[in-house]
């Protein structure tokens, strides 16, 4: 469920006799999501309604772990009396805002909330690159691949346009020997002006990139 909108889901379900059993017409499944975009990214209330889940949840442990990853020296996070989030650090004489550390760390946050706030079946990123910088996007794909070892019921899917941020996905899973993990698709169109979809493996996308072959 995306904004308390349903998706539908047609599912084609193979049996040992016929291999093309079909599901019924009717059949439906509820998956929990989150979208975010350039909007939601800087959208100060949903980040705090998310937050607020986490700590009714008894999460924010979990989600202050995260945070140390990318400062060991933040000690907590919270909401303030004006609803916005705030972080306790421990180079900061007081407690500070989210913002004060860059959109790379606003990003990973977001995402984070995404993912540990109760029953999300996935999280939908579109045009992931924008605003980031070269090392924001080593530490975003660093924060999305520790979240899903401990969220293994959860999907993470992104969009982008930036070879950058692609080269940056595969080397960061690749050198945690996770590249097995990852999927990527392109869309594009072929002779007929038909859209296809194209699937690379890990090794299909790394000889891509390395001789510039268009993938985006």
Known sequence: ????????????????????????????????GHYLNNHTF???????????????????????????KFKPTILDIAIDNYNKVIIEDKDFSEMVYADTYGDGFVRALHIYCSFMVQDTDFVLVDELENGLHLFSQDYIWESVMNLLDVQENTQFFATTHSYDMI??????????????????????????????????????????LKHNKEIR
């Open 1 to 32: 469920i995306i904004n308390n909108v349903k998706l539908l889901s047609g599912i084609i379900q193979n049996d040992t006799s016929s291999l093309k059993t079909k599901t019924a017409n009717n059949y439906q499944k509820a998956l929990k």
């Open 42 to 68: 800087f959208d100060n209330k949903s980040l705090t309604i998310l937050l607020s889940n986490i700590i009714s949840n008894r999460k924010k442990s979990g989600l202050v772990k995260f945070l140390k």
């Open 167 to 208: 080269r940056s996905l595969l080397f960061t899973f690749k050198n945690n020997n996770r590249e097995n993990f990852i999927s990527f698709y392109r869309l594009q169109r072929n002779k007929k002006n038909i859209l296809k979809l194209v699937q690379y493996n890990p090794e299909e996308l790394q000889y891509a």
